[in-house]
């Protein structure tokens, strides 16, 4: 029976992992429905402003992406407990991801300040409601976490001999990610100073995506464990 927990509670990560990347890529509809945003200028988080008439939508997937996730995280951590450092960090880190996820879908932006002047001149005079800076904090752990599990997880996999599709493919996603994660500041602060938007939607949506990528391959990795 003891033998039989961990291998339910990996069925039951990959599972839930598996469905919180295709909740996490909910913003894709942009490509079917009109939002009146632009996905080359503007953060994928406007989709979900209270201002915005799909923002219901995009909160609800956003807050099933992070349950979710952090449940299959937290069953990956029950399931690989005594896989190493590099795995316990990584769960951890994917948990915290989760987490910030969820906060973050109830800490919408009131307006969309890339698209919307008004709502971009009050945000720098400070007249938004404290949400906008409490939105910006959990959205930065989110991604923090993310990248932190993408790193630790992909090192354990090689390391330690499991999930063997993400041993493959996890080194490109990471290296595609720390790049998009790059674009993705300096346009985030090319926006911040007046400077234009550098197509800041177009790399954090590339940035997102990967992430759901990368997800994906943990999910479809972790029924690939090596015995030792």
Known sequence: MPGKVPARATRAA?????????????????????????PVRTYVSELAAADQPLGGLFRATDLAAGLLVLAGALAGLAATR?????????????????????????????????????????????????THLAHAVSSSLAMAGALAAMV??????????????????????VVLELAATAWTLAAVAAFEAGK???????GQRLQVLLVAVWLAVLAGSLPHRRAR
């Open 14 to 38: 990959a599972l839930l992992l598996g469905l919180g990347a295709l909740a996490y890529t909910a913003w894709l509809l942009e490509v079917l429905v009109r939002t009146g945003l632009d």
């Open 82 to 130: 005594r896989h190493g450092p590099w795995a316990l960090g990584g769960w951890i880190a994917l948990a915290v991801f989760g987490a910030a996820t969820a906060a973050d879908s109830r800490l919408p932006l009131s307006c969309a300040p890339t698209a919307d002047p008004e709502c971009a001149a009050r945000e720098t005079a400070g007249l938004v409601p404290a």
């Open 152 to 173: 630790a997880l992909t090192v354990a996999a090689r390391r330690y001999g499991h999930w063997r599709p993400l041993a493959r493919t996890g080194p490109a996603l």
């Open 196 to 202: 234009g938007t550098w197509s800041l939607g177009a």
